[in-house]
């Protein structure tokens, strides 16, 4: 999907259309309806804190904004750009939306996230023109489904359909064989390949390999030596653009995870209330993800990132599955009664672990406690 978050909102707000557009931040950065009735919004200009950039609009990527990009340098490159903050909750019901239009389409179905898929059209398309006719329905149905636009490559396997997806975005649709590899890839920085990093990339490039050309040129057994057996094949099958990796219809998830991090760093006694108020919520989202999955958990778990950087979790297996937000959120308490509160608190993230779908519990699950604010504090801290 075409910067999915930013093309969201816009839906929501299309004065915005054509404007360099940031989400990320607080929710206090939500536009107001003025005394005109044209509604005002937040400007990265004024934004003081430390908050990332979850997403942003062509418009302010050509200004240099990125995702990740922390807001108050964001602000340095885009002054003028609007702020929005984030809504999972849309996102993630226009991701099923767009979802299941292309499932009604093309049912072999890989998810790779909020705003990503692969899609196997071994048994709907024989050609490349066919395959293409194919993918212009399906973006024709997402558009229909979502009003938003998606990129496409189509390509023999995952690793150059990934890579073309990038191409001619927003809306773009790439058609690529095995023999288009040398003119249209090889000419590509290596960090463009999936599963090249910013590490890998720097080693690379001090060998001399920038492009993925140069990569494809370079002797295969040197780079075994350099980077092992597993990566250094990996390397060279990449950049010859060979990729055998079947797309996965099904799997199951392994844990499911919630957590957020604070515009100021929080302390564990003093700002026990706000901390309260944030874990109950996460452990009420956490609890509709699983519902809407179909999944229980018997381990629950809770990750701490202090003020110094230290990342802390702590875990406890449950006397049986648990999925209502008051069960989590009473674990959840236990769990933080055994970590260390001395420092203040930069990030507090739940997590779900040892999963069981809803159709396999082995016993009744844990029915959630009835507890007052009190209680709930009590077994915070």
């Known amino acids: 999907m075409d910067a999915f978050y930013a093309s969201v909102e816009l839906l ?6 054509g404007r360099p557009v940031v989400v990320g931040g607080r929710r206090a950065h939500q536009p107001v309806e003025g005394e005109n009735g044209v509604r005002e919004f937040f400007h990265l200009r004024d934004y003081v804190g430390r908050g990332v950039a979850t997403t942003a609009t062509y418009e302010a990527r050509a200004l240099g904004v990125n995702s990740a990009m922390g807001l108050m340098k964001a602000a340095a490159l885009a002054p003028e750009a609007v702020l929005l903050p984030a809504d999972f909750d849309q996102y993630r019901r226009f991701s099923r939306l767009f979802k299941a239009a292309v499932a009604g389409i093309a049912p072999a179905i890989e998810d790779r996230g909020i ?30 489904a979502t009003g938003l636009t998606c990129s496409m490559g189509i390509t023999p396997n995952k690793l150059l359909s990934k890579l073309c997806s990038e191409f001619g975005k927003p809306d773009g649709l790439t058609v690529l064989d095995h ?8 000419p590509l920085p290596v960090r463009r390949v999936n599963g090249i990093g910013p590490k890998a990339a720097a080693r690379l490039a001090a060998l001399g ?24 094949g990996w390397l060279h099958n990449a950049a010859h653009g060979r990729d055998e990796r ?20 929080l302390h564990p006694r003093r700002d026990r209330d706000e901390l309260g108020e944030i874990l109950t919520r996460l452990c009420t989202q956490l609890a509709g993800d699983l519902e809407r999955k179909r999944y229980y958990a018997k381990t629950i778990g809770v990750k701490l990132r202090f003020d110094d950087f230290k990342i802390v979790t702590r875990v406890l297996t449950l006397p049986a599955h648990v999925r209502d937000a008051r069960g989590i959120r009473l674990w959840a308490g236990r769990c933080l009664k055994k970590a260390p509160l001395e420092r203040r608190l ?14 396999a519990l082995p016993g009744a699950p844990l029915d959630g406690p009835r507890l007052d604010r009190g209680q709930l504090d009590l077994e915070l801290f």
């Open 179 to 186: 023999g288009d590899i040398p003119a249209r890839i090889w």
């Open 209 to 232: 390999i920038n492009t993925i050309g140069d990569l494809a040129a370079f002797d295969s057994l040197r780079l075994v030596d350099e980077f092992g057996a597993n990566y250094g």
């Open 246 to 265: 079947e797309v996965v219809t099904h799997s199951e998830p392994k844990s499911i995870s919630r957590e957020t991090t604070f515009e100021r760093d």
């Open 115 to 144: 705003d990503e898929i692969y899609i196997d059209l071994t048994g709907l398309a024989v050609t490349p023109e066919d395959a293409e006719d194919v993918a212009r329905r399906i973006k024709a149905a997402v558009r229909e």
């Open 12 to 17: 929501r707000y299309p004065e915005l259309r």
């Open 346 to 359: 930069r990030l507090l993230g739940v997590r779900a672990d040892n999963l069981c779908r809803e159709d």
